[in-house]
């Protein structure tokens, strides 16, 4: 009786499965592994990595382009600065220049004859006539000329001292023309002198 329990026990309990053997890599499927990542490192490297260092290379490239040229600029920029300091230190020169070797138009006649009547003191002539020319200068329409033509009577050692004395005024004085003729009367020289000087703001 205890054995058919027995077996009818046994054909009641339920049956057990076997589990499945586990999977173990292999040394190909780890080689396989090991290419895969070594092929996605490259592809990385050459779609991401590699543009971007050939990139920055370019910035840097470009970068050192601007900074030479910004350099460039400023040493032109130096230069035309030296070049318009010189520019306008000529100009104000030429301008100082000007005024000192032209008059002024409201006092060129009185200056003149200030002038010439000081001269021919100094020298000992006798001033006699005089007249004076205004001529404008062509193309420099606010600067002239004025032709003074002026007689003396004196002796020639006179005549000297009188073109000396001209020849160091302070006015800038142009003898264009000089004539002398002995008079028979005496022995005095009856000259005539030609000078030339300009005139601003006409």
Do not use: C
């Amino acid at each position: 009786m205890s054995s058919n329990s027995d077996s009818n026990e046994m054909r009641e309990a339920p049956k057990r499965k076997l589990a499945p053997p586990r999977w173990r890599p292999t040394r190909r499927h780890m080689l396989a592994a090991l290419a895969v990542l070594l092929a996605f490192d490259v592809v990385f490297y050459l779609f991401a990595v590699r543009p971007l260092g050939a990139r920055e290379e370019e910035q840097r490239i470009l970068l050192r382009t601007l900074l030479q040229q910004q350099q460039q600029k400023t040493e032109e920029l130096e230069r035309l600065r030296v070049v318009v300091a010189k520019v306008e230190k000529a100009r104000v020169e030429g301008d100082e220049l000007i005024n000192q070797l032209t008059l002024a138009r409201n006092s060129t006649y009185s200056r003149l004859v200030a002038e010439l009547d000081a001269a021919a003191d100094e020298a000992g002539l006798e001033s006699r006539e005089r007249a004076y020319d205004p001529d404008p200068i062509e193309g420099a329409e606010e600067y002239g000329a004025i032709t003074v033509t002026a007689s003396f009577r004196g002796r020639y050692e006179q005549l000297v001292n009188l073109l000396h004395r001209l020849d160091h005024s302070e006015e800038f004085l142009i003898i264009g023309a000089l004539g002398a003729t002995p008079r028979s009367d005496t022995n005095d020289l009856q000259i005539t002198m030609r000078i030339d000087t300009f005139v601003r703001d006409l």
